[in-house]
């Protein structure tokens, strides 16, 4: 199948800095990619889909000065936590779609990055 | 609207039987099931299309009922393997963004 990698897996980084994570599709070009964060024991919430080549689109409530998204390849979308603070600790995982033509498939996640702020 | 799961959680023997349902207030297109093991990432299990069908991968076997929005997980003969949460993730058309269930922990015992 598929693959989506992820990196960091994890990060330590101190209030106030900024931090880049990134998501790349290995093996397939991804129009689209999405971006989720996850809290301990609770599901994953989808704060924006990324689109290649254009704006991302956000969903309501998460701020998109403070979470930016670049999508500037078709197999790279970068996600970048700005002036962290320790309530943007979480689980942030991305995800994207390998259509092959097909009319539906499954989405592929990458290893998630886990993102403690200090 | 996020789809609701239920039940929450569940604990089981090894070798017993779980359904894990999942329903939405939305009309859908899909529904996609996952199991995310504890620090990783979700694990794709399968998709329904609307139309009502069911699909099975050898013990575990998912239904989709569009009229009632209503999709099912089947595991059948738990495997130790099988803990983890499980999560359904909803599609409103083809390749539209997945929203996720509120989900389900499965424990399962020796």
């Known amino acids: 199948g598929a693959v989506v990698s992820q990196h960091p897996s994890w990060v330590i980084c101190k209030s106030g800095t900024s931090v880049k994570i990134e998501c790349r599709s290995l093996?397939?070009?991804?129009?689209?990619m999405f971006w989720y964060r996850q809290f301990p024991k609770q599901s994953l919430m989808l704060m924006a889909t990324?689109?290649?080549?254009?704006?991302?689109?956000?969903e309501q409530g998460v701020e998109k000065d403070k979470f930016l998204i670049n999508h500037a390849s078709l197999t790279l979308s970068t996600l970048t936590v700005t002036s962290a603070h320790p309530e943007d600790s979480s689980f942030y995982i991305c995800?994207?779609?390998?259509?092959?033509?097909?009319?539906?498939?499954?989405?592929?996640f990458g290893q998630g990055t886990r993102l403690t702020v200090v | 609207q996020q789809p609701v799961q239920s039940p929450q959680a569940v604990i089981l023997r090894e070798g017993e039987d779980a359904v894990i349902n999942c329903s939405s207030s939305?009309?859908?297109?899909?529904v996609h099931w996952y199991r995310q093991k504890h620090g990783e990432a979700p694990v794709f299990l399968m998709i329904?299309?609307?139309?009502?069908e069911q699909k099975g991968h050898e013990k575990i076997s998912a239904s989709f009922n569009e009229k009632k929005q209503q999709s099912s997980l089947y595991l059948t003969a738990s495997q130790l393997s099988y803990s983890g949460t499980y999560f359904c993730g909803t599609a409103k058309s083809s390749g539209d963004k997945l929203t996720f269930g509120t989900g389900t922990r499965l424990a399962v015992r020796p």
């Open positions: 329904l299309l609307k139309g009502g």
């Open positions: 995800s994207a779609i390998d259509w092959g033509g097909r009319a539906n498939t499954e989405a592929f």
């Open positions: 939305k009309a859908l297109y899909s």
């Open positions: 990324s689109n290649e080549g254009s704006k991302a689109t956000y």
């Open positions: 093996d397939f070009q991804a129009t689209t």
